[in-house]
């Protein structure tokens, strides 16, 4: 799980600390990513004490990004890449209570059928636009290398980087799903729905 973000479009607040329905966003996604994955990794920069203790329950590791001066989610993944012991990594950010449950199988049957290096989620909205979602993802980590390359020469967009290799779009259609919580509005519009 993604939490070593700056939180500053949320006013510097942690934002997988932020309460909703009564519990913090990050537990939310900690409790539908679990069951998809054989650890759970969760990359923070801060707060460390209180992701150890939110990941306890799901036998977590906090781990935290190699790169300074918060480069945004490929530094989290890169850490997570690093750390894992599996062949791949699952990703997901800390604001997204909603996951999709069936996230990772939907991104493996994507990765092998295309022969991929990643995956990564997508929706359709109702008009057919298609809105990529590049931090829903499944990387191999035999990509640590290249990761750590790419954000030591200062690039930091993931879906450029995603380019560099073979990477499937995978598409879903409950966009909720992948609704992320960018500012303090948005977490309450959320509550109020």
């Not at 993944?77 to 999709?100: K, M, N, Q, S």
């Not at 990772?104 to 991929?116: I, P, Q, S, Y």
């Amino acid at each position: 799980m993604l939490a070593g973000g700056r939180g500053s479009r949320m006013g510097g607040v942690d934002k997988g600390m932020q309460p909703f329905r009564g519990e913090p966003l990050a537990l939310h996604v900690m409790r539908r990513i679990a069951p998809q994955a054989s650890a759970v990794l969760i990359s923070a920069n801060r707060s460390i004490e209180d992701y150890e203790r939110l990941g306890a329950a799901f036998g977590a590791r906090v781990i935290a990004d190699t790169h300074a001066d918060y480069p945004g989610p490929l530094a989290g993944i890169a850490a997570a890449l690093r750390a894992a012991t599996t062949e791949f990594v699952l990703t997901a950010p800390c604001d997204a209570p909603y996951v999709d449950e069936h996230l990772g199988a939907a991104l493996m049957h994507a990765l092998v059928t295309h022969h991929a290096d990643i995956a990564y989620a997508a929706t359709v909205d109702a008009s057919g636009e298609v809105m990529a979602h590049p931090v829903f993802a499944l990387v191999r980590t035999s990509l640590a290398d290249d990761l750590d390359a790419w954000l030591d020469a200062g690039e930091r967009k993931v879906r450029a980087w995603y380019a560099r290799h073979t990477a499937a779009e995978v598409r879903f259609h409950d966009e909720r799903a992948f609704y992320n919580i960018n500012d303090l509005q948005q977490l309450a519009d959320l509550h109020r729905r």
